[in-house]
């Protein structure tokens, strides 16, 4: 009982530490437009739109932190091998990781936007300096808490995988459930707002981003601003329990039936929530219905 109890609270541990990955890895990929407005961030001057979005895009959410992850783990695992202090050794391990991650961002941004000169769009250097340095502070909380997790998870819980392998296989997770997760209801809507919720993007309006703000106009960190109310901790939360949920069947119900004991609960633990979220998929779409133009007599009452 001991163990088990020790068990579900490095499960516990792990999944705080998971829950504040996942809300500053959303965060860092929105403010840098990696999730999926990128496409419309790098559109825009082509469509007569200059703006002042950050745009370091060079891959989905996914293999980017997998890289990321995977290159503090595999530090830190190098440093504690020549007897380095674990912790110190995690640090250090994330602070390179997050310089390369700043390496990626500065020449995404510049290449991004310098193939755009024909269309008038401007490279500014103050827009530079102040996002990138911000989306390299967030980066290294979410880099710095997964590779703790998975250092806690191999010694505390005793997994069998060394230390880089356990980076990539979270690290992708890690930009999954941000990916998944957050922007769906951040950026799409933040920086798309102009138009009506559900009304979807005609194609005569791609480009036509939102570039101003109540005073000025608009850059990435307003977007930073807002998801970190909403998008950020529903991605923490997601990543959290997807660590939870996935360490505490193990430690459970791997005893039984050979280890196939862990493998039930994790299938019943997916079919409980494909019924919770039909459940809230149903009940949303009777409740507010599809998205229909306001009428003229709606619109003077």
Not at 12 to 35: K, N
Not at 272 to 295: C, H, L, S
Request: proline share 4%; charged share 15%.
């Amino acid at each position: 009982m001991e163990e088990i109890l020790f068990g579900i609270g490095i499960s516990a541990l792990a999944g705080a530490l998971a829950t504040v990955a996942g809300a500053a890895e959303d965060t860092e990929s929105d403010i840098g437009s990696q999730g999926d407005p990128n496409s419309q961030v790098q559109l825009a001057p082509q469509m007569g739109y200059i703006h002042r979005i950050y745009n370091k895009a060079v891959s989905g959410e996914p293999p980017a932190y997998g890289l990321w992850v995977a290159l503090a783990a595999g530090i830190a695992w190098a440093l504690m091998a020549i007897q380095y202090n674990a912790i110190l050794a995690l640090i250090i391990g994330s602070a390179v990781a997050v310089f390369v991650q700043g390496v990626y961002a500065t020449t995404a941004y510049l290449g991004r936007t310098a193939s755009l000169a024909k269309f008038e769009q401007p490279v500014y250097i103050d827009i530079l300096k102040s996002v990138t340095t911000v989306t390299m502070a967030h980066a290294f909380v979410a880099v710095f808490t997964t590779v703790t997790m998975c250092f806690l998870i191999i010694e505390a819980l005793g997994h069998p995988f060394p230390l880089p392998l356990m980076g990539i296989v979270w690290g992708i997770a890690l930009g999954a459930a941000g990916s998944a997760t957050g922007n769906p209801f951040y950026g799409k809507e933040r920086q798309y707002q102009k138009y009506a919720f559900g009304a979807g993007l005609p194609i005569s309006a791609s480009g036509d981003i939102v570039r101003y703000a109540e005073a000025g106009q608009r850059s990435s960190l307003d977007n930073g601003w807002f998801t970190s109310k909403g998008a950020g901790p529903a991605s923490g939360i997601c990543f959290g329990l997807i660590v939870f949920f996935e360490l505490w069947r193990t430690i459970l119900f791997e005893p039984f039936a050979a280890g196939w004991g862990a493998v039930i609960a994790g299938a019943v633990i997916i079919i409980v929530f494909m019924v919770i979220d039909r459940f809230v998929e149903t009940w949303a779409r009777k409740t507010y219905g599809p998205y229909t133009t306001e009428t003229e007599e709606e619109a003077t009452a």
